[in-house]
């Protein structure tokens, strides 16, 4: 008897040629010649004996390349090293800025000394360029001199206060300015010292919040929280087992969880 061959007698000794994988079909028997498939799968998703032995080849190698990699270094030398990274990344970015507004504070200083210093260069060489002439001319006796030179150290004696005033109110004006520039500076300085603290309460606020202590599912988790208790890990598996009708015995049960209580250990 060829057991390849269809044993109902109506059936002419057919080749047993379809396998039903129909999710839904209730017959028995799955394999069947072509009349088979009329009388009972007539209307089930069906796959040639070919097609399925080759579909079953292919799930088994798919499956098979799964891999579990074995931790091979201390996780809490893992986690250890990452926030190390993240709070060098951290201080770096901080730095980074707070150097970038140092440099830009500076600048913005320099310039409006800059400015200063040159107003004040100005005033004095006018006051030179004013005030020399007569410094040269008042050393002669007054007898030798002509008529508008002594008519000059006239109407500089007449002027000589309102002079005074102007170049005096040329250095509070100057000294206004310098004063402007220190309060800009203090400003400035206050901005920062302001953005540190909020940066050092933002931070403070982060590491002592509830959702950060306490949150089971939080990103901060540490790997000693997320590891499985073994009974949540055997469930986990005959969950996955029972869904393929295969669900895992009692034997085996006790055998996997003295496995895993073992390697947790």
Known sequence: MDIALCQNPNHDSQRLKYICVDPNCSIPKKIGCADCFLDDHITHIRKTTIQFKEQICQSIETISQVEFTKVNSSPQKDLDSQIDYELENCIDSIKSRFLSIKGDLKSQIDSDMLKVQDNCTQFQQNMNNELNPFKFTIQNE????????????????????????????????????????????????????????????????????????????????????????????????????????????????????????????
Do not use: G, W
């Open 142 to 265: 007054l007898p030798t001199l002509n008529h508008n030179e002594l008519n000059q150290l006239v109407k500089f004696y007449q002027e000589a206060p309102k002079i005074h005033k102007h170049y005096s109110k040329a250095t509070e004006l100057l000294q206004d300015e310098k004063q402007k520039v220190k309060q800009k500076k203090q400003k400035y300085l206050n901005k920062m010292r302001s953005i540190m603290q909020l940066l050092l309460k933002e931070f403070n606020d982060l590491m002592t919040t509830k959702n950060v202590q306490f949150d089971d599912c939080s990103e901060y988790e540490t790997p000693q929280k997320q590891i499985m208790s073994p009974n949540k890990m055997i469930n986990l598996v005959e969950t996955a087992r029972s869904t393929r009708r295969f669900p895992i015995s009692q034997s085996q049960k006790k055998y996997f969880l003295s496995a895993v209580s073992k390697k947790l250990d």
